[in-house]
């Protein structure tokens, strides 16, 4: 089975550094008369504390509130007037904003940005209407959502003292909580052109991006940044367990174990890792758990890899009648256990490279996919094209390192295991 490209991906991106620490990256493709303009702020879900846990996605929603010179909700009308589509998301690591446009469009899309990230309305009624639209948000992706409970139950169950032990829409008491003090606060600190990078892609000149971002941008004034130290997780020495009876018909179960930063070598083989056992129907625990068993009706592995050390996750959904979350757990420890006994095949091994090879190249097929790609990189691991240089880690990876990551990892006092019961159950037995 071979690769589906021997050769390397290259992408040309030059770099430019404004004087009030503003980075600035940009790709040039001519293939189209589109931009991508991507505003990524260093801040996140990390950068936030008990008390104030949810600030980063709900001040993301007050970027939208209106600026000195746009009215509240203007930004993306005055967006889609103009041809384009914008947005705005939050994650553990980095929030970031972008508009897709037409090229001819660059100076708009600098100028609308830059507006909001210099001179942002704050106002008491734009915090009380946007903090009910985020606690609206948390109800609809985790209170009400089986993902979004189970997400958050197996994270704040693994982690202890980091802040990835919470959700990046915030505990609920929390989103009541914030001040528009805090808002403000936050803002001056982290919305500083020496915390930013902008990355521009698609039909451009780069001396032109650097003029027009310069004219925009460069004026705006670095701020300094709070010396915080993030606390870091300590080793997990013993298996922990959490059952939630939820609204559901079938249980689930999710069985995670902490791994190291995105920037670690081990992390590439978990991904190899992740995609034997669940990537395709042919894949060991999808064949076994879903088509033999008749256990499950999905069953899929992730590697959540972060700036700081973060969690590879099994997760059953929709365990059948005449089956057990224990049982599936049963067969998730017995396949993990074979890695680090036996060693994968090469064919295995080969179909996981070729698959994660291949979601990687189609990925790449615009500017704006392209961008994401590349902020995504940037704000885990400080390389923008790291996601690239990882290509030669899983080409590069064997048999043996597969066998070996799984030692390291797949330990029981290193497990951490979330059921998610129907609440039927719980009322029976009581």
């Avoid at 929030?95 to 507006?115: I, M, Q």
């Avoid at 925009?216 to 701020?223: C, E, I, V």
């Avoid at 880690?393 to 497990?415: H, L, M, S, W």
Wanted: glycine share 6%.
């Amino acid at each position: 089975m071979q690769s589906p490209s021997a050769a390397p991906i290259e992408i040309d991106l030059k770099e430019h550094r404004l004087e009030n620490g503003l980075t600035l990256l940009m790709h040039e493709d001519h293939s189209a008369p589109i931009i991508s303009f991507q505003v990524w702020c260093h801040v996140g879900s990390i950068n936030e504390r008990p008390g104030i846990t949810g600030i980063s996605h709900l001040f993301e929603h007050m970027m939208f509130k209106g600026s000195k010179n746009v009215e509240p909700e203007e930004h993306s009308r005055i967006v889609r007037a103009n041809g384009g589509t914008d947005n705005a998301f939050t994650t553990e690591d980095a929030t970031a904003y972008f508009e897709n446009l037409p090229s001819s469009k660059l100076a708009l899309a600098a100028e609308l940005e830059a507006d909001r990230m210099a001179h942002l309305r704050l106002t008491a009624g734009t915090l009380a209407s946007e903090r009910e639209v985020v606690k609206e948000e948390r109800r609809l992706r985790i209170d009400n959502s089986l993902y979004g409970t189970m997400g958050e139950a197996i994270f704040s169950t693994a982690f202890t003292v980091h802040p990835y032990r919470w959700p990046v829409n915030g505990w609920m008491p929390d989103l009541d909580a914030i001040t528009l003090e805090d808002c403000k606060e936050y803002y001056r600190t982290h919305y500083a052109p020496n915390n930013m990078t902008i990355i521009i892609l698609g039909d451009i000149d780069p001396q032109d991006v650097i003029s027009t971002v310069e004219k925009y941008f460069g004026h705006l004034q670095p701020a300094e940044r709070p010396d915080t130290v993030i606390p870091r997780e300590p080793p997990q020495k013993e298996e922990r367990h959490r059952d939630l009876h939820v609204d559901t018909q079938s249980p689930w179960l999710a069985v995670a174990y902490h791994i190291p930063e995105a920037t670690h070598d081990d992390i590439p083989v978990l991904e190899l890792i992740g995609s034997i056992l669940t990537d395709g129907h042919s894949s060991r625990l999808y064949r076994k758990v879903v088509y033999e068993d008749k256990a499950a009706l999905y069953i899929s592995a992730s590697v959540e890899a972060y700036k700081d050390p973060g969690l590879f996750i099994v997760t059953a959904r929709g365990i059948k009648q005449g089956h057990s979350p224990d049982e599936v757990a049963s067969v998730i420890y017995g396949n993990l256990e074979r890695l680090q006994t036996e060693t994968v095949t090469e064919h295995e091994l080969e179909k996981a490279r070729n698959q994660i090879e291949t979601g990687l190249i189609f990925s790449l097929q615009t500017n704006f996919v392209r961008g994401l790609q590349m902020g995504f990189s940037l704000a885990k691991t400080g390389d923008p094209l790291g996601f690239i240089k990882d290509l030669e880690k899983y080409r590069g990876a064997t048999a043996d390192d597969i066998q070996r990551v799984a030692v390291k990892y797949f330990a029981p006092g290193n497990r951490t295991v979330v059921r998610l019961l129907p609440k039927e159950k719980q009322q029976k037995k009581e």
